[in-house]
């Protein structure tokens, strides 16, 4: 069992200010809806340093979400924003790509969204290495709509819809994005706020489909159910339990509970995006004329050539 | 460098000229899955994109298909994707996504029978009725129906027209017979009208997303990165596009979303009339059910009965002020479609027994015989004698 620590009082009460990443929110849609103890301010707050750290504005890059908790991202970014349908995120943000391939995509979207009922679209996006980068708050159950137990669920957890604890096997999401295609993937929990936003600035520089689990407390509904304590007892586990290993072999970083949780880069990569591939093998070859939308700034170029087959070291 | 335009006379398939007119309306991104009788317009589309600059992509299913048409066309693209029955069934979802939040496309529906896997190679006209309310929600739509390879050319083209100026998904309603007719198609530049996206009214700051012109469709489409910092959602929303979840401000943009339609139907609305001067009972048809009857109108004629002709270019919006005035003054109509009778339901709701109203059914795999349609032509003169 793990040790039980209760969360000490907050010692004082911050005087109210500005957040200092307000340039990009839309502080009109403020305060968000999510509930106290959950990891998606601090997702949401490492993007916006990570897009800081990064100097990009709202003509350098646009966020897509599906639905769900982390769904309602896209909403509180002062950015070029698009709240797709359930699932959907990776399969719009695909288009939105190919449209404008000098920008940079983030999709931004939760575990049941992205891997469950938007599994297929993963798998695909990776596999074809789009350009873009995919962040994964894993809260491990269906926060909006009550706690439902979902792809990540681990064995024996609670949700409302497994009361008698979850026996479904859960994705290990680094696992499936590397065996997918995907040239970089990360694992950090929503503690780790600094690494978590070096990993977001690494993802999204990187061409081609880069991906980022962010492990999540969801004291409300997840947490409740199995007994984790609240937001900050989740995350004194993550402080006790989490193992830095960086080019793990995603295959050992099942996420069991009471086991070490193995955070890290696991993967990086280089391969051909899909329109690299695009460009070399036909339009280069037929001797088509390069479209104009690609000469409007500087195309991104993973430095990889489409020659080969298989994904590089 | 292969033209975007294929000028001149060509021998080509209904679906191989709905393409060539998603290329002439400057598409520059199709995503589509396969499926028969689409394919064509697919394989087409993967040659003849890349030559003209714009992107192919196959996705995983229409569900993606769809999502990424949408995707394309916020990205700055005109953008389509093609279908038939089961891939429409899956494009629904996210159809409902182009609707809410006012994204121009296109939607070719090559029709073929149903339900489910229905008659994979073979023809139906049985998706109009889902064609109009298949999403989930209410909404306006529009559905056009070409009855052959030119105006699959033609047609495909206004869908990409029509969607700019009205902000949503337009359908192309054809199906595998007109899809996989060889005929002429006569292309002339000169000829071809496009509409192009209209930008934003105002710049970033001032501008309301949502906000209706006198037509109640939005000003103007910002293009990712083009500083507008907008947000597209799917939720209820309000001028801003931001979500709002009550009821007053569903009331403000749902009916909206009908009504642009409504109020636009004349524009929109694209009929072409035969014979009907002295026309005791009209034939109201479309796509290949329009040639079909094309063939009863004339063996009834010779028969010395006074048939015309009523064919629905476009479906939805329903002409239905034309069928008012015409139900004042002659005796009947007879609708053939493949189907076991769905935009018959349309008619009769609007004749509202003001005159005869017959359909003329059919399950789908084929053509209508002209003679049943003749048949029931003389009962309709019968039944009123």
Redesign the interface.
Known sequence: MSRRTKALPVPEILPAQAHPMQKYL?M??LPHIWCSGCGLGTALSCFTFALDELDLG???V?V?SGIGCTGRI??YL????????HG?A???????????PD?KVVVFSGDGDLFAIGG??FI?AARRNIDMTVLCVNNFNYGMTGGQYGPTTPIGSRGTTAPYGNYENPFNLPYLAASCGAVYVARWTSLDSRRLKEAMVEAIMKPGFTFVEIVSPCPTNYGRRNRLGDGLDELRTYAERSVIRHGADPRDADLIPGNDIIVGRFIDRTRPT??EA?EQR??DK?H??????MGKGPHRTSGATSTGGKAGA | MAERILAGTHFLNGDEACAEGALAAGCSLFAGYPITPQSEIAERISYRLPQVGGVFIQMEDEISSMAATLGGAWGGMKAMTATSGPGFSLMMENLGLGLITETPCVVVNVQRGGPSTGLPTLVGQADMMQARWGSHGDYGIIALSPSSPQESFELTIRAFNLAETYRLPVLVMTDEVVGHMFERVTIDPDAIELVERRPPNAPPGEFLLYQPNENLVPQGMPTFGDGYRVHVTGLTHDERGYPVIDAATQAALVPRLKEKIARNAADIIDVEETEMDDAEVVILTYGISARTSFGALQAAREKGLKVGMLRLRTVWPFPEQTIVRLADRVAGFVVPEINLGQIVLEVERIVCGQARVRSVPHAGGDIHDPQTIVTAIEEVLHDVS
């Open positions: 839309r009109d849609r709202a003509e350098d646009g897509v896209a909403g002062n950015l070029d924003s698009y709240h797709t349908t959907r990776i399969a719009f943000a695909t288009g939105l790509a190919v449209a404008q920008k297929n679209h695909h899909f329109l695009y036909i339009i037929q088509f004329v390069r479209p104009q939308r």
